[in-house]
């Protein structure tokens, strides 16, 4: 017992492990991956209760290759049980970039749950942005993909897991989040420019060497974010991931924009809260109106009749007025927040145009992104095999959209 509870089993210690909280890869021209690596450094003190990160990047021709290149060059253990988060840059996914989610699948570095997220730009310049949400990027980034998953629905958020499932289906797709970057004027609280000198615990990591330098025992990374606040710069970056990107077969096929990614989200998951805008014509007047969906009840029915597939699509939606921007009386105010029936009927007519939308992209895109073939091969596999691979160019299809009241 004494021998056992005096040994470390040869653990590698805590000084030496580099905590990686996400992971950004990117192509270069050459054609090699340039890793950069985002690592979370605590630095809480009495002064202070803010943490900083390190941002470590490194080129290799493999995905690990890159991360063993980071840790022979610092003298860091990289520890992957804490990324979450897996960014692919824009140049990254135009080409064949399955084999890289194959392997941080099969791989036991990594976590099944990590969320895939493509970006507009590079991975690395996203997670070197400097946020006004958060100190360390991509906790930022997460909060936004994460906010609510299983109420607002306004994002469509894809872990490694379903990502390779979805494209190994017989429908042969999958999507991630497309991150772009806003620019923003805003600040953290407290991270003003009189923090100079003190400052560096809130700063990003960063230099313009090949690894960056990591943060020292009082906590600092480069003085990138630092130069720019000096300079005058304030400016910040928060991130919108509204927009998601679909692949058919492991290339780009289309983008859904806002509106469509909250249609697909109310076609193929449960949503318990979700808001809509609209606009009620009344006595000639144009009102704008917020709808809040409570509820949502998707049925999708695909059967072929001589030969050609028919698609029939019934969606129910239990609605709440939340907002209108109209005056009302005492005792309309005194009323449930029910929705009119011509905001009723308005609302069905936009989600119809959607889904009619959704349809129009997944053919002309050949992405199958609502799992069509799937449905053929479970329901109505005798016909499988001749209409795959012509099933959506041959598609007819069906809308009912209801839409009725919470009380």
């Known amino acids: ?138 906790f930022a980034l997460q909060k936004i993909l994460l906010r609510n998953l299983d109420r607002s629905s306004s994002v469509l958020v894809s872990d490694v897991r379903e990502f390779t499932a979805f494209s190994r289906s017989h429908s042969q797709f999958c999507y991630a989040p497309l991150i772009s970057s806003v620019k923003t004027k805003d600040k953290q609280k ?62 780009i096929a289309c983008t859904l924009n806002k509106e469509l990614t909250h249609c697909f989200n109310l076609l193929t998951k449960k949503v318990r809260e979700s808001f809509i805008p609209i606009k009620i014509e009344r006595e000639g007047k144009e009102i704008n109106a917020l709808i809040s969906i409570v509820s949502n009840k998707p049925k999708l029915k695909l059967t072929v009749k001589n030969g050609m597939p028919n698609l029939q699509i019934n969606l129910t939606l239990v609605c709440e007025k939340e907002e209108t921007y109209l005056r009302e009386d005492t005792t309309e105010l005194a009323k449930a927040n029910k929705v009119s029936n011509e905001g009723l009927k308005e609302l069905e007519k936009v989600i119809s145009e959607h889904i009619a939308q959704l349809i129009d992209l997944s053919v002309n895109s050949n992405c199958d992104f609502l799992q069509l073939k799937e449905l053929l091969y479970r329901y109505n596999s005798k016909h499988y095999f001749e209409l795959k691979d012509n099933l959506l160019s041959r598609l007819n299809y069906e809308i009912k959209v209801t839409c009725k009241n919470y009380r």
């Open 1 to 138: 017992m004494l021998a056992y509870f005096t040994n470390d089993f040869q653990l590698i210690n805590i000084e030496k492990t580099a905590i990686i909280v996400a992971l950004g890869i990117d192509k270069e021209q050459s054609g090699k991956l340039e890793v950069t690596a985002q690592i979370a450094l605590p630095q809480a003190t009495n002064q202070s209760t803010s943490n900083s990160d390190a941002i470590l990047h490194a080129t290799g021709d493999t995905l690990y290759g890159a991360l063993e290149k980071i840790s022979l060059e610092t003298g860091w253990y990289p520890k992957l049980t804490f990324c979450n988060l897996i960014l692919l840059g824009s140049d990254l996914v135009k080409d064949d970039f399955m084999p890289i989610v194959d392997y941080i699948l099969t791989s036991n570095r990594f976590q099944n749950s990590a969320i895939i997220a493509t970006c507009e730009e590079s991975a690395k310049k996203t997670l070197m942005s400097a946020t006004p949400l958060d100190y360390i990027s991509s």
């Open 190 to 251: 407290g991270s003003s420019d009189q923090q100079s000198g003190s400052s560096s615990q809130s700063q990003k990591g960063g230099s313009r060497s090949d690894i960056l330098p990591t943060a020292s025992g009082e906590g600092s990374g480069s003085t990138d974010s630092q130069s720019q606040s000096s300079s005058g710069g304030n400016e910040q970056t928060v991130f919108d991931a509204s927009k998601t990107l679909m692949f058919s077969n492991g290339k």
